[in-house]
């Protein structure tokens, strides 16, 4: 019962991974979670495979240890996805200061206007300077090579039609990441002295990352989420996504200090 359920699970979620393609979004969240679910169904699930190789990898004390190292590691990374995933949850939790600025991460601006996921921030930005009326926000994110325009662009255009004073919209279209969003962003607001507890508005699965990219910059300012509403499209293949960016940036990524 327990494998049929876990079968039918893996289907689902296969699916789930696999749909975003259709809609040009493809990134390593997609192909770990891809992965997964096909070891899964092809071998954990398929018990004449699972027996064969089991037996195989016993029968020589070698092949014996590298099944149990195997074995621990799965369940390790398994452990580390759930605790992740419900920190990543907490930290999206965590309320904005009062008049903090908000700082919109960029996403993909195409020909058509902002994808699905820079839409959601753009309306998610809106709704926080409704109601925060002495605040304003930073708009980040230059012109990528999958980008029509500049993303803060995209995002300031947007947010006028939305009837958004723009004296309280601050372009930045230089940045090129999420890190360089953050960095680039609090240096305007430091320069025209704008209030520096910050705001960060983007999907709950991007909170921990930008968080994580604030405190390595050494910005001492109180950090609150403004979480857009995230398509069901997307949502598993961008949380496992962080499950790989997290860590790459904590142990890997190592830049200069903002000054």
């Known amino acids: ?51 064969y190789v089991k037996s195989f990898c016993h029968s020589s004390p070698a092949l014996t240890t590298i099944w149990n190292i195997s074995k621990w590691l799965i369940y390790a990374f398994v452990a580390y996805a759930i605790i992740i995933t419900l920190a990543m949850i907490i930290v999206s939790l965590i309320k904005p200061k009062e008049k903090a600025t908000a700082v919109l991460l960029g996403n993909r601006a195409t020909k058509d206007g902002p994808s699905d996921l820079l ?39 947007a947010l006028t039609k939305l009837g958004v004073n723009s004296d309280r919209l601050i372009v930045e279209d230089k940045s090129k990441s999420t890190y360089e969003n953050i960095l ?48 069901f499209l997307y949502i598993p293949s961008y949380f496992v996504r962080e499950w790989i960016a997290l860590p790459f940036e904590l142990l890997f990524r190592f830049r200069p200090h903002r000054q």
């Open 1 to 51: 019962m327990y494998l049929c359920i876990l079968r039918i699970l893996a289907v689902i979620f296969l699916i789930w991974f696999i749909a975003p393609i259709f809609k040009n979004y493809f990134n390593h969240g997609n192909r770990l979670g891809i992965a997964i679910c096909l070891y899964i169904l092809l071998f954990y699930t398929n018990t004449p495979v699972f027996e």
């Open 119 to 157: 839409y959601g921030r753009i309306m998610a930005t809106k709704a926080y300077l409704d109601s925060s009326k002495d605040t304003v926000a930073v708009l980040s994110g230059g012109k990528t090579k999958k980008d029509y325009i500049a993303e803060a662009k995209c995002a300031y255009t």
């Open 184 to 231: 680039f962003s609090y240096r305007i607001i430091e320069d025209l002295q704008k209030e520096k507890n910050l705001a960060i508005v983007s999907d709950s699965f991007h909170q921990l990352r930008a968080r994580l990219i604030v405190r390595k910059l050494g910005i001492k300012a109180k950090v609150g989420a403004v979480n857009a509403r995230t398509s």
